[in-house]
């Protein structure tokens, strides 16, 4: 039956048979390689499927094998009756297997492989006779026999040697036959013979070494086998693999006289050279043989032949790369031997015209063109090979060597293949130089160069894709460069560190990266090659380490990771974190830094770390954390010069890199071995929270490591991303908190804090760094004191935040008041500075002045107000010098149009006016308004804003301290006593000034005694300065050192009184300045009786037609009032009474000094008769305008008593017949204002002359008379009948006459 199912198919046409082959072969595109073998079943043909369909019978018939033909015993039977049903099924599906489609095919096999692994003998019993019984079935039939019985083969333990020789017997009938399936069959039948290598490969060896020595070139399928053998890791053993290897030189030895045979050449060389049915794989054959002409090469000892061969090999195309491939192996391996040669032919090679032209040509034009175009990539991988194989004798060449390859990378044309073949090749070439003995010791002189190469390649790798190995395999050879001498240099070490970090860290997130390659045929494991990448970069920089393993190099490597580790990417953050965690593990467990060196900016990584810690990141976060607390390990090692364990001792050389490139060092690497108390208490640091560690680090650091880690900190203040300005501000407050008092350079570090306050946004950022400067105000006030002046200038918002933040605790805004205070009496003084000398070219009183700016902008802060409040005593004294200080430096009123920039931005005094803003401050703000409001109300500033008229502006001042009775008398006084032996004169003249009038307070005498205030006044009779002896001697002259003054001076009253009916006018002026100077200088005996007389003399002159008469009459008026204070005022009271109208109208007089005066004589004569709202009334009086002022003054004059209102409006009825027609137009409006709130008590005192003029001014006003008969009111008699309030014309009339109080 057999032979006639064999036979059928032959019986079709030869025509149908070559079409059917033809059709499978149209199939067949790949060739079959030991990767696919197992699935090679899907690509076999399928178009006589239906032709042998019918060819084998549906029934089961059981044949009888020469194992079965003993007669079997009874008690056999059952036995041999399953085995027979298994061969029967076996030889079910070794028959369907012709028929069946792809899907059944591979359920056939799969029950195959299952039955083999039960009896594999069985199964292959069945195959060899079905291969008896069928000779005649079809080719793709039997190639899927041999698919299968490589597969049962390869299942078994054992292979007995009868199998062994009859399977190797038909797998090499078959390797050579000729079919329609071409090299798919010929390699099925191999595959066999390669599946009988595993148990006995000596055997098939021996078959293979006779095949190849016969003197004929050997047929493909031998080579195939060959190559299968060759590149197989599974089928040999260590051991075996050796002998392998040996077997194939010593078989290379003795094909060696093949080389001459012609025939033979050129079918080698046809055969390397033949296109394959794709170049992206090479087939096993051929890369065997590349590797089998390489060694034969290299066993001929005739060095004109190895040339001439490698010439012929290298004038081959160069097109494709697995060619390129093989071309560099047969070089390298014929190098092994043949250096010399092969160094010349490569040399030749590139001399020759085609690499000359592919050099210099970018686009190939024809095929000829594409057959040189990569020849260049060619002779880089051959150099690689060469250094390779022949690292035995490389090292002389190296530089040599790498010369080439860099002139090749230079100068080809850039491509994808030009740097896989440089990177290639580049790697082979330190691997042998890594392997090679004394490497560590020999001087090579191109390393600079080719590190300048690695960087362009790395520059050129696109910045938003990953999809090769070329970026790790160069940081790989960056690796093994760092170990070679010289060591390189620190400029390109850090243009190395620079370019990779950013190609890697500046990645895109892996999403991104594998959106990149979703449309590749088979793209590659992104987030295995981002690890390798990563691991790759770890490697670098922990050889960079390892080469030199100082503190130096620590901070250098470290430097250039800063700029990512701030970086405001957050997976940029995230790579350099984890760069820098490995590095510190890495030194953790190896501990070989020397620990007699001290660490470099350590402070600075400290301070990122620190931040990092509270990234919103979370991988950043637990990264960052590790790193600290490894840092914080190796800081302990390193303080303590402890060694580590033996499994963490730093070794002796640099460890070779695993073949994968892993690190030097992982988590895989550690011991898991038991830890002792000493490593279970280290390693407590990594169970604390990120706070508590960097606490902890800080505590290791040194006083210049804390600095670096402040101004890290300080850096990150102004950095635009929110996380790190909020990061910085705890930071900076942890380490000022911690360890503020020991800090040394904290001016320069309060500067850059002020610089960087104004781009801070977040408050509770600026509010921790305003409390770190409060903190250091505690050890550090007068450095930071000093600070802030010098940027003061001007000042700003964000400078006065940092101000407060200095004064935000009670005894630190003392501090810094008092260092101002002494900053202001820094007060150096140019050579010949007067009151006509210029101003100095080098303004070194600018420090001064700030101070002054500051005390005066300070006053203002409730942070310092109890301070200023306790201050106040040095603090008037001090500003009161000052303004006499900057008189004396003669500054300008205003900046020059030359002036330069910078001194039009110094503060410009403007005659004093900032020390003079100062004390008006200091004044309002301390409660002392009432001094205030003396000098204000008399104009009395401008006093201080000239040399000369100081001494007058501080006498003022200091008589209304004592007018008022000035809670800080005492205190000042105490504060004089010093000034008046210092060694300034400024400061004598000003305690000088105001002693002189504190001699007429009573509570002098409660501080300093008259005997010892008289000494005091005696010696500055010899003061060197001529003014403070002239204020010594008035001082003398006072009445408090003679009590008989007081008489003499009032006996002369009365003839002065009578001097003012003169009737020069000057004449009247001087006396009335003499009687106010006998009233003061009377002090607190008074003027007495005279007093009355005093008054109505000084009254009388108020409505005088002469200026200067009328403010000079009010001015002792208002003398008389202040040296009448807490005395009984009897008659005087109505005087003061029938002042206050004349005064109130006076306010609004035309000549300046009048109103100045009636408004200061007002407010004193107010604070005599006790008003109330007196502050009120003050400021009124002093800035206030309007219809709301009049109003105020009207209500405080006329609402106190019934009395005082008929005194106030019958003098205001008075002044309506008085001449000055701005007077009268006040008066009627004081009266109108008096009659809309009071009707009829106005009324009452009306008569008909008062009506009309009251009407003729209304006129006046109104321009318009509202009413041509106005109404008849009642005479004073009638009073009795006057309504409560006039009636409705009435009212409309008033209005008419008053339409400026309509809105009253």
């Not at 096993?284 to 060694?295: I, S, W």
């Not at 501990?591 to 990141?617: A, S, T």
């Not at 020390?915 to 401050?921: C, I």
Request: charged fraction near 20%; aromatic fraction near 8%.
């Amino acid at each position: 039956m057999d032979g006639q199912c064999s036979e059928r198919p032959h019986s079709r046409t030869p025509t149908g048979r070559m079409s059917s082959a033809a059709s499978q072969n149209s199939r067949i595109s790949l060739p079959v390689s030991t990767s696919t073998k197992d699935s090679s079943y899907m690509k076999a043909p399928q178009d006589s499927a239906c032709r042998d369909r019918w060819s084998h019978p549906t029934t089961i018939l059981l044949h009888k094998s020469q194992s079965s033909q003993a007669a079997l015993m009874p008690q056999e039977h059952g036995m041999f009756m399953a085995e027979a049903y298994s061969a029967a099924i076996c030889l079910k599906m070794l028959q369907d297997m012709n028929s069946a489609d792809l899907f059944h095919l591979k359920y056939i096999i799969k029950k195959i492989k299952k039955m083999a692994h039960g009896s594999p003998k069985l199964v292959m019993e069945t195959i060899h006779d079905y291969f008896i019984d069928n000779p005649k079935i079809s080719s793709r039939h039997k190639f899927r026999l041999f698919q299968t019985l490589e597969m049962v083969i390869g299942a078994s333990d054992v292979l007995e040697e009868t199998w062994e020789k009859t399977f190797m017997q038909l797998a090499l009938e078959n390797m050579t036959k000729a079919t329609e399936l071409e090299d798919i069959y010929q390699d099925a039948a191999s595959n066999v013979l390669v599946a009988i290598c595993r148990h006995s490969w000596r055997a098939v060896a021996q078959h293979l070494e006779t095949e190849f020595l016969t003197g004929v070139f050997p047929h493909r399928s031998l080579l195939y086998v060959m190559g299968v053998l060759s590149s197989s890791e599974e089928l040999f053993s260590q051991e075996d693999k050796a002998c392998w290897e040996e077997q194939l030189i010593q078989m290379a030895i003795k094909s060696v006289p093949f080389l001459s045979i012609d025939v033979w050449s050129k079918e080698l060389l046809w055969t390397l050279t033949t296109p394959s049915r794709t170049q992206q794989e090479q087939s096993p054959e051929k890369a065997f043989l590349f590797t089998y002409y390489g060694l034969i090469l290299q066993a001929e000892k005739n060095g004109a032949t190895v040339r001439r061969h490698l010439q012929a090999l290298l004038e081959t195309s160069h097109q494709w790369p697995k060619q390129r491939e093989g071309m560099a192996l047969t070089l390298g391996l014929a190098a092994t031997r043949h250096l010399d040669d092969v160094w010349a032919v490569l040399d030749q090679f590139g001399r020759s015209r085609p690499i000359r032209w592919s050099l210099h040509s970018s686009s190939p034009k024809n095929s000829e063109d594409l057959r040189w175009k990569w020849a260049g990539s060619t002779i880089l991988l051959a150099y690689g090979q060469v250094a390779a194989k022949a690292r035995a004798h490389i090292l002389p060449w190296v530089d040599n060597i790498v010369s080439r390859m860099v002139f090749y990378f230079h100068y080809s044309s850039w491509d994808e293949t030009l740097k896989h073949s440089f990177l290639t090749a580049t790697l082979m070439l330190m691997g042998a130089v890594s392997r090679s003995e004394g490497a560590h010791s020999y001087e090579f002189s191109q390393t600079s160069e080719l590190l300048e190469c690695l960087m362009i390649l790395m520059e050129k790798e696109p910045q938003d894709t990953l999809y090769t190995r070329s970026r790790q395999q160069t940081m790989h050879i960056a690796s093994s460069l760092c170990k070679l001498r010289p060591p390189i240099d620190l400029e390109r070490k850090s243009q190395l560190l620079s370019t990779c970090f950013r190609s890697v860290f500046a990645l895109p997130l892996l999403d991104a990266l594998e959106k990149h390659t979703c449309l590749f045929l088979e793209p590659p494991n992104i987030q295995s090659l981002y690890s390798r990448t990563m691991e790759a970069l770890d490697l670098m920089l922990q050889s960079l380490i390892m080469q030199n393993p100082t503190t130096d190099e620590l901070h250098f490597l470290l430097s250039h990771l800063y700029i990512w580790l701030t970086s405001e990417k957050a997976h940029e953050r995230q790579r350099a974190v984890h760069s820098c965690m490995i590095l510190l593990k890495f030194l953790n467990h190896k501990g070989n830094l020397d620990p007699k060196e001290n660490f470099k900016r350590i402070g600075q990584l400290v301070g990122i770390l620190g931040m990092l810690c509270q990234d919103p990141d979370r991988a950043v976060q637990r990264c960052s954390l590790e790193g600290a607390s490894h840092l914080y390990q190796l800081l302990m090692c390193h303080k303590a010069g402890e060694a580590l364990q033996a499994e963490s001792q730093a070794p002796t050389e640099l460890s070779q890199a695993h073949s994968d490139g892993a690190p030097l060092w992982s988590s895989r690497d550690q011991k898991a071995t038991p830890l002792g108390p000493q490593e279970m208490a280290k390693n407590r640091i990594f169970q604390l929270g990120s706070s508590q560690v960097i606490k902890a680090i800080m505590q290791q650091l040194t006083l210049a490591e804390l600095n670096d880690l402040i101004w890290t900190v300080i850096d990150s203040l102004g950095s635009t991303s929110p996380f790190h300005v909020q990061a910085a501000s705890e930071m900076l407050l942890t380490a000022v908190q911690e360890h503020g008092a020991e800090l040394k350079i904290v001016s320069s570090m309060a500067q850059a804090i002020c610089l960087c306050l104004c781009s801070v946004r977040i408050p509770q950022a600026k509010e921790k760094t305003l409390h770190a400067i409060t903190l250091l105000a505690r050890n550090h006030t007068r450095e930071l004191v000093a600070t802030f002046l010098d940027i003061s200038i001007p000042l700003d918002s964000h400078t006065f935040q940092l101000w407060r933040a200095l004064g935000a605790e009670q005894p630190t805004s003392h501090l810094v008041l008092t260092t101002l205070l002494a900053w202001l009496q820094e007060r150096p003084l140019p050579t010949g500075a007067s009151d006509s000398s210029p101003c100095p070219k080098e303004k070194t009183y600018l420090r001064s002045l700030a101070a002054t700016n500051m005390l005066h902008e300070l006053q203002f802060a409730s942070e310092f107000k109890q301070a200023v409040q306790e201050a106040y005593p040095k603090l008037l004294l001090a500003l009161l010098t000052q303004m006499h200080y900057v008189l004396e430096l003669n500054l300008p009123r205003e900046p020059q149009p030359k002036q330069q920039a910078q001194e039009v931005a110094a503060p410009s005094p403007q005659s004093c006016s900032m020390s003079l803003e100062a004390l008006k401050s200091l004044l309002s703000t301390t409660g002392h308004w009432h001094d205030f409001a003396h000098l204000e109300l008399q104009g009395s500033w401008e006093l201080f804003t000239t040399i000369h008229t100081y001494p007058k502006g501080v006498g003022l001042l200091a008589r209304a301290m004592v007018q008022n009775h000035c809670r800080q008398i005492r205190a000042v006084l105490r504060q004089l006593l010093p000034s008046l032996q210092s060694p300034e004169e400024r400061e004598r003249k000003v305690a000088i000034l105001i002693l002189t009038e504190f001699l007429y307070s009573p509570a002098l005498l409660e501080v300093l005694p008259k005997q010892v205030a008289l000494t005091m006044l005696t010696q500055g009779l010899r003061d060197p300065s001529p003014e403070v002896r002239v204020l010594s001697l008035q001082g003398l002259s006072n009445i408090l050192f003679h009590p008989d003054k007081g008489s003499l001076l009032r006996g002369q009253l009365r003839p002065f009184l009578d001097g003012f009916f003169q009737s020069n006018e000057q004449v009247i002026l001087c006396i009335m300045d003499t009687v106010s100077v006998m009233l003061h200088q009377l002090g607190t005996q008074g003027a007495g009786s005279q007093s009355l007389s005093v008054a109505i003399s000084a009254r009388s002159f108020f409505n005088d037609e002469r200026d200067r008469i009328r403010a000079a009459a009010m001015a002792l008026f208002g003398d008389l009032v202040a040296a009448m204070a807490d005395r009984e005022l009897s008659g005087l009271r109505t005087q003061v009474h029938q002042s206050m109208v004349p005064l109130l109208l006076h306010l609004k007089d035309r000549c300046p000094a009048v109103t100045t005066q009636a408004k200061f004589t007002f407010y004193r004569c107010a604070v005599l008769l006790r008003w109330r709202l007196r502050h009120t009334l003050f400021c009124t009086l002093a800035w206030e305008r309007g219809l709301s002022a009049r109003h105020f003054l009207w209500t405080c004059l006329m609402t106190r008593s019934q009395e005082e209102f008929s005194i106030h409006l019958s003098q205001a009825l008075s002044y309506l017949h008085s001449h000055p027609c701005h007077i009268k137009t006040w008066a009627a409006l004081f009266i109108g204002h008096t009659i809309c709130c009071h009707p009829q008590a106005v009324f009452q005192m009306l008569n008909a002359g008062d009506i009309n003029l009251l009407f003729c001014k209304g006129v006046g006003q109104t321009q318009a008379v509202t009413c041509s008969h106005p109404p008849q009111l009642p005479s004073p008699g009638c009073a009795h009948l006057v309504s409560p309030a006039p009636s409705a014309p009435h009212r409309a009339w008033l209005h008419n006459i008053f339409p400026f109080e309509r809105k009253i």
